[in-house]
């Protein structure tokens, strides 16, 4: 299982990683705003997350942090 | 010592590289080409970088950048060329930036002429670009004072961090003299000199950052309060004046670089004539001489201020003596050389006042 | 696969840039260049006067500010006062393109080795979107309300092409970072224009065409859809010019 970790801060909510996805799993979560004031991206299916990074490529504030095996080392 | 027969112009360049001066970003104009032409030559045979820019604008940027990485340079220009420089020379100021800047002056306003001047006084000293900030100003009269204060220059804009101006006008960059260099070899400064150099961190330090942008006013205004603490120190160590036959003079002359050459034969011929005449020769402009204006004027009646320009330093005269003593003014404009007999007329003139 | 995260040769400041700008892409992928190449240590960047102007802060290699279109001249300053360290400028299309013209094209043809990386968003951004000299023709902005109209305004410049004529330019190349695909093509010609620093064979300009949702008044995802459709007919992408100049 692999995990993408979206710095809950440091995202501006641009939505340019939901684009970006193969798997359509990221989208912008609309429960929460962060002390910018933004809604931010979250992976909403991390078992079919590939760890393809293409969100991360796409991130503008290098808020995405992928994690091929999810942490669990 | 060797003694060489040199322009001042090129006295000036051989001076700044046994400075040390690694790297000059030129561009030509009259009359201070000799300079660059001498760089020209000069700079590939000792391992320097002589780099003619696109415009005046782009050379003292070059400048910004190398002085950033803690190497010392150089450029070289005269009065319209300088204007156009003002804007790097301000950002330098704002960045704490040492370097050395020469003004062969020239008669202005606009494109002006290519006769000696003394017109750019105020721009040097008050007004070198935008914001709150000064530069060192250096004013030789010899073409060995050209070399000499040339190494002064880098060594002082070193040490306070500032830009600093050697001022010289077309007169001096032209005229030959012997000159002898202080130094046989060629000086070398390593950046490691300079902690805050933006010359690659080499994994050994945090970022080194060059910069004049505070979007903060506290915080622009606290650098700005310092940088004015260390002028006070600038003012107090660094302050220049030539006195000669000022003792018991009762007409002072006020004069600096190539007009202060022919003041002196004036006051000679003053004197010859029974007249009780001097002259103070501000060596530093900025900072300004004023204990030292004050030391030659204290038996002054009168001061004379002679300058190749409607009257600019005059101002920092009569502040140097809070208008205690009349100061008149006798000035050439436009690329117009004051004679000497001239002057001397200026002094009887006075000195006939004063008998009244 | 390896980790995924934010390379070292970023600072930890987060971006100050509008949700959505490409800076950050840009920024990063620079960034992850200079980590590959192991050269944070040796190199220089110098910002220009516009939205990137704070990128001192997010660089963690030396930073110099330069004036607003300098920072080729200052570049230069640094690079020929160290010829082996690496020396980078990341300008603006106003900075590069109007005030700096000049910088740009004689850096360029004196084959100053440096690596320029030029932002084309035909806007100026920090300013609050007015015209910029690569603003399409017709293209709204703050100061062509009716659109950029070629007969009072003139043509946009096409930097890439106008410095390919230059003998002292070892690459020219226009990328964009629309799509993952173009992103890892824009990063591979960053590294190629520091790997042509690398061996002093010549000047390097990566062209990199941006976003600007603000003040195209688009959100990021439809701004990177303009982009497409207006942008890239006009500034084909592709490589210019390439080869070592020495």
């Known amino acids: 299982m692999a995990k993408m970790n979206v710095d809950f801060e440091a995202c501006k909510g641009c939505a340019l990683c939901t684009t970006a996805c193969p798997k359509k799993i990221v989208e912008i979560s609309h429960e929460k705003l962060n002390a910018k004031g933004y809604y931010t991206a979250v992976c909403i299916d991390d078992d079919a997350c590939i760890a393809c990074a293409m969100c991360a490529l796409m991130c503008p504030d290098c808020a995405i942090t992928i994690i091929p095996d999810g942490g669990e080392k | 010592m060797e003694r060489n027969l040199m322009k001042g112009n090129e006295a000036l360049a051989e001076a700044a590289i046994r400075a040390g001066c690694k790297c000059f970003f030129g561009y030509p104009i ?20 002589f780099l003619q820019a696109e415009s005046e604008i782009a050379a003292i940027n070059m400048v910004y950048g190398c002085a950033s990485s803690g190497v010392r340079c150089m450029t070289s220009s005269s009065s319209p060329g300088i204007s156009l420089k003002s804007e790097g020379v301000s950002y330098m100021a704002g960045s704490d930036l040492p370097c050395v800047i020469v003004n062969v002056m020239r008669g202005g306003p606009g494109l002006g002429g290519i006769q000696p001047s003394q017109s750019d006084y105020w721009q040097a000293t008050r007004a070198l670009g935008h914001g709150d900030f000064q530069i060192l100003v250096f004013a030789p009269s010899t073409v060995q004072e050209m070399a000499d204060l040339m190494g002064r220059a880098f060594d002082e804009a070193d040490k306070y961090r500032m830009p600093a101006m050697i001022l010289a006008d077309g007169l001096l960059g032209q005229m030959m003299e012997p000159v002898t260099f202080k130094v046989d070899e060629i000086q070398h400064h390593d950046a490691s000199e300079k902690p805050w150099a933006t010359n690659g961190h080499g994994n050994k330090r945090r970022h080194n950052i ?61 004197r010859e004539a029974g007249i009780k005449a001097g002259l103070v020769r501000p060596v530093t402009l900025w900072p300004f001489p004023v204990q030292e204006v004050r030391e030659a004027c204290r038996n002054a009646k009168r001061v004379l201020c002679v300058e190749m320009s409607m009257g600019q330093m005059i101002d920092d005269v009569k502040l140097a003596l809070d208008c205690r003593i009349p100061v008149e003014f006798y000035g050439r404009t436009g690329g117009v050389v004051p004679k000497p007999t001239a002057i001397f007329e200026q002094i009887k003139l006075l000195s006939e006042k004063e008998a009244e | 696969m390896p980790e995924f995260k934010k390379p070292n040769a970023l600072t930890d400041v987060p971006f ?18 200079i980590d590959e190449m192991g050269i944070e240590g040796e190199t220089i960047g110098v910002c220009p006067v516009g939205c990137s102007v704070m990128a001192y802060d997010y660089f963690s290699c030396d930073m110099i500010e330069a004036a607003h279109g300098r920072a080729p001249a200052v570049a230069t300053g640094v690079k020929r006062g160290n010829p082996d360290k690496f020396v980078f400028t990341y300008q603006g299309d106003g900075d590069l ?30 300013t609050g979107g007015q015209m910029a000299p690569t603003t399409l023709p017709g293209q709204v902005t703050q100061t062509t309300p009716y659109g950029r109209n070629p007969d009072v305004e003139g043509f946009p410049v096409r930097v890439c092409e106008m410095v390919s004529t230059l003998s002292g330019v070892a690459l020219a190349e226009r990328v964009t970072v629309t799509d993952p695909a173009n992103i890892r093509k824009a990063k591979a010609a960053i590294r190629k224009g ?3 620093q690398k061996n002093k064979q010549g000047f390097s300009l990566i062209e990199v065409l941006s976003t600007c949702p603000t003040n195209w008044g688009l959100s990021p995802v439809e701004a990177i859809k303009w982009l497409k459709d207006n942008m890239v007919p006009y500034y084909p992408l592709g490589v210019f010019k390439e080869g070592a100049i020495r």
């Open chain 2, 210 to 270: 060059v910069n004049s942008l505070y979007l903060q006013a506290e915080e622009l205004e606290r650098l700005n309060f310092e940088r004015f603490e260390r002028y006070e120190t600038v003012k107090k160590e660094l302050h220049e004046a030539e006195l000669y036959k000022t003792e018991d003079a009762d007409i002072v002359v006020a004069a600096y670089g190539s007009v202060a050459r022919l003041a002196k034969a004036a006051v000679d011929r003053a």
């Open chain 3, 194 to 196: 520091f790997e042509f």
């Open chain 2, 30 to 49: 009259t009359p201070q080409t000799e300079i660059s032409a001498y760089m020209a030559k000069r700079m590939p045979k000792v391992g320097g970088v």
């Open chain 3, 16 to 33: 100050h840039y509008c949700p959505g700008c490409t800076h950050g892409i840009v920024h990063r992928l620079v960034a992850e260049v």
């Open chain 3, 97 to 126: 393109a109007a005030i700096g013209t000049a910088e740009t094209v004689h850096a360029a043809t004196r084959g100053e080795n440096i690596t320029v990386i030029f932002i084309n968003n035909t806007t100026y951004g920090m």
